[in-house]
């Protein structure tokens, strides 16, 4: 069995997705060789079988339009470039990590015509509700009936949308997968104590880490600070996109007379740094907006700490999974009442966390889902 992984990004949860399936198939004795494909600007680690394919992502552009233009043409280009590569290979599975919706009336028939009989394709769908997405519902619907016609294996976690594309009873089989969680360095040292220093003054420090995304409702999180004077709350990321104003979550922070109490790390977290972060953290804020559906990377990155969560309980895999192993606290999404009452329970109580901790992270492996996948792929012909 041959494995070829594609991404298209050269950053975040996808690439730290692929980074460990690239891994974990390698380590699999069935699997006779894995490729990892990658952008051209990707720094992933040497004992990794990458290859760099793909139009950077990261193109040094300041102004916006020229930043939009580039990415439509990675989305129209980077197809192109993997059928290319693909025509030189022999037959494969091809797993996509990242997939261009947008181009999919190009590269989907064309995949289909060139590499239907050769390579066997298979999906990862990180973020299985893809009705709001650009440029429009219809579009949307049209355009991922394409991509899923395509696929034999759709892979997913926990929680599929009913949607329209997605069709159990055709020829695409849907498995459900878990997402394996994540091994980071030893704190960077100086963070962690400047952190901890804030706990000498009884305070309970709450974090937000990861890129700074509007569907994480910081808002949310420095309005509860009115409400609880014990706490204060760490936002540790970068920003995910142009349309996330920063200054507004600062501003709505003076208004409330609680700027003293949230802490700003602006900045692309190394990964020790990051780890500073949760380990000083009491609580880690999962309370996403109810249009989020995926399963959060944040939380197999958290899983190994057993750290407290709370999380929001809406229609998405990151909820099905804290329901199903109870490993933290869910709230009523947009609610602020549910918010404060489940920090201050936090803070009052005891959670006996520990056994259920334990039980998500023997199923939360990348060994378990590359066993099973490989099973699954194992049974295709070619």
Same mark, same amino acid.
């Given at each position: 069995?041959?494995?070829?992984?594609?991404?298209?990004?050269?950053?975040?949860?996808?690439?730290?997705?692929?980074?460990?399936?690239?891994?974990?198939?390698?380590?699999?004795?069935?699997?006779?060789?894995?490729?990892?494909?990658?952008?051209?600007?990707?720094?992933?680690?040497?004992?990794?079988?990458?290859?760099?394919?793909?139009?950077?992502?990261?193109?040094?552009?300041?102004?916006?339009?020229?930043?939009?233009?580039?990415?439509?043409?990675?989305?129209?280009?980077?197809?192109?470039?993997?059928?290319?590569?693909?025509?030189?290979?022999?037959?494969?599975?091809?797993?996509?990590?990242?997939? !261009?919706?947008?181009?999919?009336?190009?590269?989907?028939?064309?995949?289909?015509?060139?590499?239907?009989?050769?390579?066997?394709?298979?999906?990862?769908?990180?973020?299985?509700?893809?009705?709001?997405?650009?440029?429009?519902?219809?579009?949307?619907?049209?355009?991922?009936?394409?991509?899923?016609?395509?696929?034999?294996?759709?892979?997913?976690?926990?929680?599929?949308?009913?949607?329209?594309?997605?069709?159990?009873?055709?020829?695409?089989?849907?498995?459900?997968?878990?997402?394996?969680?994540?091994?980071?360095?030893?704190?960077?040292?100086?963070?962690?104590?400047?952190?901890?220093?804030?706990?000498?003054?009884?305070?309970?420090?709450?974090?937000?880490?990861?890129?700074?995304?509007?569907?994480?409702?910081?808002?949310?999180?420095?309005?509860?600070?009115?409400?609880?004077? !014990?706490?204060?709350?760490?936002?540790?990321?970068?920003?995910?996109?142009?349309?996330?104003?920063?200054?507004?979550?600062?501003?709505?922070?003076?208004?409330?007379?609680?700027?003293?109490?949230?802490?700003?790390?602006?900045?692309?977290?190394? !990964?020790?740094?990051?780890?500073?972060?949760?380990?000083?953290?009491?609580?880690?804020?999962?309370?996403?907006?109810?249009?989020?559906?995926?399963?959060?990377?944040?939380?197999?990155?958290?899983?190994?700490?057993?750290?407290?969560?709370?999380?929001?309980?809406?229609?998405?895999?990151?909820?099905?999974?804290?329901?199903?192993?109870?490993?933290?606290?869910?709230?009523?999404?947009?609610?602020?009442?549910?918010?404060?009452?489940?920090?201050?329970?936090?803070?009052?109580?005891?959670?006996?966390?520990?056994?259920?901790?334990?039980?998500?992270?023997?199923?939360?492996?990348?060994?378990?889902?590359?066993?099973?996948?490989?099973?699954?792929?194992?049974?295709?012909?070619?």
């Amino acid at each position: 069995m041959r494995i070829i992984i594609y991404n298209s990004s050269s950053f975040g949860g996808c690439f730290d997705y692929g980074k460990a399936l690239a891994r974990s198939y390698a380590a699999r004795p069935e699997v006779e060789s894995v490729e990892w494909w990658v952008p051209v600007n990707s720094r992933p680690e040497p004992d990794l079988p990458f290859k760099k394919r793909f139009i950077s992502d990261k193109p040094g552009f300041s102004t916006r339009w020229k930043k939009q233009m580039h990415f439509l043409y990675r989305v129209f280009v980077n197809p192109l470039i993997l059928a290319r590569h693909l025509s030189r290979e022999k037959s494969s599975w091809l797993i996509f990590n990242d997939f !261009e919706q947008i181009s999919a009336f190009l590269w989907v028939p064309l995949f289909s015509f060139l590499f239907g009989k050769k390579h066997r394709f298979a999906i990862i769908l990180h973020d299985p509700d893809r009705d709001a997405y650009p440029p429009g519902l219809a579009l949307t619907v049209w355009s991922m009936k394409k991509i899923m016609g395509l696929m034999q294996v759709a892979i997913y976690h926990d929680f599929l949308p009913d949607k329209p594309y997605y069709q159990k009873t055709g020829k695409c089989l849907y498995l459900d997968l878990p997402h394996g969680f994540y091994t980071l360095p030893e704190a960077d040292k100086d963070l962690k104590k400047s952190l901890l220093y804030h706990k000498t003054t009884g305070k309970s420090l709450m974090a937000i880490p990861g890129n700074i995304r509007k569907e994480k409702n910081y808002h949310m999180a420095i309005e509860a600070l009115v409400h609880l004077p !014990e706490h204060i709350l760490i936002v540790a990321g970068s920003t995910s996109n142009a349309r996330v104003d920063v200054n507004a979550y600062k501003q709505l922070a003076s208004k409330l007379k609680v700027a003293d109490r949230v802490i700003w790390i602006e900045r692309f977290l190394k !990964e020790g740094e990051l780890t500073a972060v949760i380990e000083a953290a009491d609580v880690i804020l999962l309370n996403y907006a109810v249009s989020f559906t995926s399963q959060s990377g944040i939380l197999n990155i958290v899983a190994p700490f057993r750290k407290e969560l709370i999380v929001s309980d809406g229609p998405s895999s990151l909820a099905s999974i804290i329901r199903k192993f109870g490993i933290g606290e869910l709230v009523e999404p947009g609610s602020m009442d549910s918010l404060v009452l489940a920090l201050k329970k936090l803070q009052t109580e005891t959670a006996e966390l520990q056994h259920h901790w334990d039980e998500y992270l023997a199923y939360a492996s990348w060994e378990n889902h590359v066993k099973k996948a490989c099973k699954v792929f194992d049974s295709f012909e070619f």
